[in-house]
């Protein structure tokens, strides 16, 4: 079967660094997407990554190994408003998005 | 419109009633799609268009039906609602296989 793993749940705080795991088996593979999602909001794309190696975007950076089936989320200099849901979504042989649960972050001041 | 807008935002329904939520976009995108996400739980798919005239079942299917008449609508309907399909609704769009999901705003939908 298909699986995406994330932690349900982080606590960091703020102006600190987190890193968000995800680890997939799926059926093929063709890229890896790391989303946000506020409460009560729709996701917002983050990153894609479909090579190894790290992507980075401002205070957002995402890695991706594909021979461990492996990604993270690294966010730097934390915000309170970086309080949301982070959702990993990998894009299998079909081109269909498959979701994990996603990560709860909760930022203290 | 700019983006991708679902209507109604929130519906509570009686059980056995019909529904359709309605989900327009207007970036000219060829793939749509409509995910149900519930607490604990990823956004699982439940059909999908990958271009105008064409639709297929997703992970969770049943009670569900879709149709693509045109690029820019994809409405969703539930034949006769259960409770189990109480959820939070996401209909979103893409231009291609190698490219991002844009959102929807979401539909809250209770059966009671």
């Known amino acids: 079967g298909q699986n995406i793993d994330q932690p349900t749940e982080m606590t960091a705080t703020e102006g600190a660094i987190v890193q968000i795991n995800c680890t997939y088996q799926t059926s093929g593979f063709n890229g890896l997407f790391w989303y946000q999602q506020h409460a009560g909001e729709a996701p917002t794309f983050l990153s894609y990554?479909?090579l190894d190696g790290l992507e980075e975007k401002g205070r957002f950076s995402s890695f991706l190994s594909r021979s461990k089936g492996y990604s993270y989320l690294l966010l730097k200099e934390l915000q309170m408003k970086d309080s949301a849901s982070y959702l990993c979504a990998v894009m299998d042989s079909n081109y269909q998005l498959i979701w994990g649960a996603g990560t709860k972050l909760i930022i203290k001041p | 419109i700019a983006g991708i807008t679902q209507a109604p935002t929130s519906q509570i329904l009686a059980a056995g009633r019909r529904m359709t939520l309605r989900c327009t976009q207007d970036m000219r995108h060829n793939a749509m799609y409509w995910y149900r996400q519930d607490l604990g739980l990823g956004l699982r798919l439940i059909h999908y268009?990958?271009?105008?005239?064409?639709?297929g079942k997703g992970e969770v299917p049943d009670g569900y039906s879709v149709s693509r008449a045109n690029t820019d609508d994809f409405p969703l309907t539930l034949a006769s609602a259960v409770p189990s399909q109480t959820s939070v609704y996401f209909c979103a769009s893409r231009t291609g296989e190698n490219t991002e999901a844009f959102f929807g705003q979401g539909t809250r939908l209770t059966v009671v």
């Open positions: 268009s990958n271009t105008a005239g064409t639709t």
């Open positions: 990554n479909v």
